[in-house]
Protein backbone atom coordinates (compact mmCIF):
# COMPACT_ATOMS: atom_id res chain seq x y z
CA UNK A 1 0.00 0.00 0.00
CA UNK A 2 1.98 3.14 -1.25
CA UNK A 3 -0.13 6.08 -2.04
CA UNK A 4 0.06 7.56 -5.87
CA UNK A 5 -0.18 10.47 -7.36
CA UNK A 6 -2.42 11.07 -10.40
CA UNK A 7 -1.58 14.55 -12.32
CA UNK A 8 -2.72 16.23 -15.23
CA UNK A 9 -0.67 19.20 -16.13
CA UNK A 10 -1.68 21.85 -19.13
CA UNK A 11 -5.02 20.64 -19.77
CA UNK A 12 -8.28 22.25 -21.38
CA UNK A 13 -11.29 20.63 -18.96
CA UNK A 14 -13.75 21.49 -21.77
CA UNK A 15 -17.06 21.66 -19.59
CA UNK A 16 -19.65 18.82 -20.13
CA UNK A 17 -23.18 17.98 -18.85
CA UNK A 18 -23.93 15.27 -16.01
CA UNK A 19 -25.07 12.03 -16.76
CA UNK A 20 -23.04 12.40 -20.28
CA UNK A 21 -20.59 10.20 -21.84
CA UNK A 22 -17.58 12.41 -21.44
CA UNK A 23 -15.83 11.97 -24.94
CA UNK A 24 -14.99 15.03 -26.39
CA UNK A 25 -13.08 16.66 -23.27
CA UNK A 26 -10.27 16.32 -20.47
CA UNK A 27 -11.33 14.23 -17.42
CA UNK A 28 -9.39 12.81 -14.66
CA UNK A 29 -10.91 8.49 -14.24
CA UNK A 30 -9.74 6.47 -11.55
CA UNK A 31 -11.07 3.03 -11.61
CA UNK A 32 -10.25 0.12 -9.30
CA UNK A 33 -10.23 -3.63 -9.63
CA UNK A 34 -12.73 -5.73 -8.81
CA UNK A 35 -13.78 -5.11 -5.10
CA UNK A 36 -10.37 -3.12 -4.46
CA UNK A 37 -10.52 -0.31 -2.24
CA UNK A 38 -8.96 2.75 -3.26
CA UNK A 39 -8.93 5.48 -1.10
CA UNK A 40 -9.03 9.67 -2.58
CA UNK A 41 -7.12 11.54 0.32
CA UNK A 42 -6.83 15.01 -2.15
CA UNK A 43 -8.21 16.56 -5.14
CA UNK A 44 -5.97 19.85 -6.04
CA UNK A 45 -6.68 22.08 -8.72
CA UNK A 46 -5.20 25.54 -10.20
CA UNK A 47 -6.98 27.77 -12.19
CA UNK A 48 -4.70 28.99 -15.49
CA UNK A 49 -7.26 30.88 -17.58
CA UNK A 50 -6.02 34.44 -18.63
CA UNK A 51 -9.58 35.66 -17.43
CA UNK A 52 -11.80 34.77 -15.02
CA UNK A 53 -13.81 31.91 -15.73
CA UNK A 54 -16.47 29.59 -13.58
CA UNK A 55 -14.95 25.83 -13.46
CA UNK A 56 -17.50 23.81 -12.02
CA UNK A 57 -15.19 20.99 -11.03
CA UNK A 58 -16.81 18.04 -9.93
CA UNK A 59 -15.36 14.75 -8.54
CA UNK A 60 -18.27 12.08 -9.62
CA UNK A 61 -19.11 8.18 -9.24
CA UNK A 62 -19.13 7.33 -12.49
CA UNK A 63 -22.50 5.81 -13.73
CA UNK A 64 -20.89 4.34 -16.68
CA UNK A 65 -17.28 3.22 -16.96
CA UNK A 66 -14.69 4.22 -19.74
CA UNK A 67 -14.28 1.79 -22.29
CA UNK A 68 -10.35 1.37 -23.64
CA UNK A 69 -9.10 4.35 -21.18
CA UNK A 70 -6.13 5.39 -22.72
CA UNK A 71 -2.71 4.77 -21.71
CA UNK A 72 -1.24 7.76 -19.89
CA UNK A 73 1.81 8.48 -22.57
CA UNK A 74 2.59 11.95 -22.77
CA UNK A 75 4.93 14.38 -20.22
CA UNK A 76 1.00 16.41 -19.36
CA UNK A 77 -0.16 13.41 -17.24
CA UNK A 78 1.04 11.16 -14.87
CA UNK A 79 0.55 8.48 -11.86
CA UNK A 80 3.34 7.51 -10.00
CA UNK A 81 4.00 6.45 -6.69
CA UNK A 82 5.04 9.19 -4.13
CA UNK A 83 7.42 7.12 -2.18
CA UNK A 84 10.37 6.41 -4.78
CA UNK A 85 11.36 3.01 -3.32
CA UNK A 86 7.60 1.71 -2.77
CA UNK A 87 5.96 -1.08 -4.40
CA UNK A 88 2.84 -0.75 -6.53
CA UNK A 89 0.32 -3.60 -5.97
CA UNK A 90 -0.31 -6.49 -8.36
CA UNK A 91 -3.90 -5.42 -9.24
CA UNK A 92 -2.93 -2.02 -10.68
CA UNK A 93 -5.67 0.82 -10.49
CA UNK A 94 -6.45 2.03 -14.11
CA UNK A 95 -5.88 6.02 -14.54
CA UNK A 96 -6.92 8.18 -17.64
CA UNK A 97 -7.47 11.57 -19.45
CA UNK A 98 -9.19 10.19 -22.53
CA UNK A 99 -10.69 7.32 -23.64
CA UNK A 100 -12.67 6.01 -26.40
CA UNK A 101 -16.03 5.87 -25.01
CA UNK A 102 -15.41 8.22 -21.81
CA UNK A 103 -17.12 7.66 -18.79
CA UNK A 104 -20.16 9.07 -17.79
CA UNK A 105 -20.99 11.04 -14.56
CA UNK A 106 -23.40 9.75 -12.53
CA UNK A 107 -26.11 12.19 -11.39
CA UNK A 108 -28.36 9.49 -9.25
CA UNK A 109 -29.32 11.30 -6.10
CA UNK A 110 -28.22 8.44 -3.99
CA UNK A 111 -24.58 9.20 -5.24
CA UNK A 112 -22.41 11.33 -3.67
CA UNK A 113 -20.66 14.51 -5.68
CA UNK A 114 -17.86 16.21 -4.39
CA UNK A 115 -17.92 20.19 -5.86
CA UNK A 116 -14.72 21.65 -5.89
CA UNK A 117 -15.80 24.58 -8.09
CA UNK A 118 -13.39 27.59 -8.40
CA UNK A 119 -12.32 30.65 -10.79
CA UNK A 120 -10.40 29.10 -13.16
CA UNK A 121 -8.31 32.74 -13.49
CA UNK A 122 -5.72 31.35 -10.99
CA UNK A 123 -8.05 30.05 -8.73
CA UNK A 124 -6.53 26.99 -6.53
CA UNK A 125 -8.56 24.54 -4.81
CA UNK A 126 -7.43 21.74 -2.44
CA UNK A 127 -9.67 19.41 -0.91
CA UNK A 128 -8.06 17.00 1.59
CA UNK A 129 -9.28 14.57 3.61
CA UNK A 130 -9.37 14.51 6.68
CA UNK A 131 -9.03 11.05 8.48
CA UNK A 132 -11.72 8.68 8.02
CA UNK A 133 -13.31 11.24 5.62
CA UNK A 134 -11.69 10.28 2.55
CA UNK A 135 -13.59 9.28 -0.86
CA UNK A 136 -13.75 5.84 -1.52
CA UNK A 137 -13.89 3.67 -4.52
CA UNK A 138 -14.79 0.09 -4.30
CA UNK A 139 -16.93 -2.18 -6.23
CA UNK A 140 -17.42 -4.73 -9.12
CA UNK A 141 -19.02 -2.14 -11.13
CA UNK A 142 -20.15 0.92 -11.66
CA UNK A 143 -21.07 3.08 -9.82
CA UNK A 144 -18.59 2.13 -7.27
CA UNK A 145 -15.68 0.72 -9.01
CA UNK A 146 -14.62 4.15 -10.41
CA UNK A 147 -14.58 7.87 -10.35
CA UNK A 148 -14.34 10.50 -12.08
CA UNK A 149 -13.23 14.53 -11.51
CA UNK A 150 -14.16 17.08 -14.62
CA UNK A 151 -15.70 20.40 -15.63
CA UNK A 152 -19.41 19.88 -14.97
CA UNK A 153 -21.62 22.50 -17.24
CA UNK A 154 -24.54 21.05 -14.97
CA UNK A 155 -22.58 22.73 -11.92
CA UNK A 156 -22.41 25.64 -14.43
CA UNK A 157 -18.82 25.51 -15.26
CA UNK A 158 -17.24 27.04 -19.10
CA UNK A 159 -13.99 25.59 -20.87
CA UNK A 160 -11.20 26.18 -18.43
CA UNK A 161 -7.34 25.32 -18.86
CA UNK A 162 -5.76 24.25 -15.41
CA UNK A 163 -3.85 21.76 -13.62
CA UNK A 164 -4.45 19.21 -11.72
CA UNK A 165 -3.81 16.11 -9.31
CA UNK A 166 -5.73 13.38 -7.28
CA UNK A 167 -3.47 11.75 -4.13
CA UNK A 168 -4.80 8.35 -3.66
CA UNK A 169 -3.78 5.33 -2.15
CA UNK A 170 -5.14 1.28 -3.33
CA UNK A 171 -5.30 -1.50 -0.95
Known sequence: MSKRIFTARGQTFNAAADNTALTAVIFMYIQAQSAQLVDVLEVKISGMQTASTL???????????????????????????????????????????????????????TDAVLDISLNGFGGILRWNAAPTQEWKIQG????????????????????????????????
Not at 145 to 171: D, K, Q, R
Open 55 to 109: AGFQLHRASTNATTPTALATASASDGLMLPTGTALASTVTTAIAAATGPTGSNAT
Open 140 to 171: TAAPGIASVLYNSSTAGGTNCAANAHIIYEPY
